[in-house]
């Protein structure tokens, strides 16, 4: 199975800090990531797919970059309601795997 | 609007079984596939098992396989885990999600709000 790396695992910043939150998959998964936003309580919420498209509806803070195996999700202005832990998941090679997760919060 | 709620999680003991259900509606069911998705305590995301359009293929995670077993009611817009030979490390919050595209693998562009199994004696 492809392994996927988050690191850290923990991440304070400050409310408009541009943060960016590396992805890093065990072999070439071209552009087949996404990234996810999970809310205590709540499922994930997709935020980006292909590495670089907007899911519809998310605010443009939020970015992707990245293929082969190194991948960033970049929140341009940190804001209050982005605190939540984001994931990364690769599809590209059976079983869809997922990253550790980091978790965001203000300092 | 899309929704998926999920049901039919609780307290089993080990060896034991359990049927979960998740009703979709707010998009055409039989088009997508559909996983199920779980996350142990305080862990990350697991898939664990996904399902095509029309219920033919199916797919499972080496950690459930020949234990777990995934349908789907297209007349009925739900998807089922049927669980057997549950284990401690089952213990998590089962997530159905739905594939963005027709194929399983893929990413998931909705999620419902899970339920909890938890295996112990």
Known sequence: DIQMTQSPSSLPASVGDRVTIPCRASQDISNYLAWYQQKPGTGPKLLIYAASTLQSGVPSRFSGSGSGTDFTLTISSLQPEDVATYFCQQYNTAPSTFGPGTKVDIK | ?121
């Open chain 2, 1 to 121: 609007e899309v929704q998926m709620v999920e049901s039919g999680g609780g307290l089993v003991q080990p060896g034991g079984s359990l049927r979960l259900s998740c009703a979709a509606s707010g998009f055409t069911f039989s088009t997508y596939a559909m996983s199920w998705v779980r996350q142990a305590p305080g862990k990350g995301l697991e898939w664990v098992s996904g399902i095509s359009g029309n219920g033919v293929t199916t797919y499972y995670a080496d950690t459930v396989k020949g234990r777990f077993t995934i349908s789907r009611d297209n007349s009925n817009n739900t998807l089922y885990l049927q669980m057997s030979g549950l284990r401690a490390e089952d213990t998590a919050l089962y997530y159905c999600a739905k594939s963005a595209v027709t194929r399983h693998l893929s990413r998931f562009d909705y999620w419902g709000q899970g339920t909890l199994v938890t295996v112990s004696s």
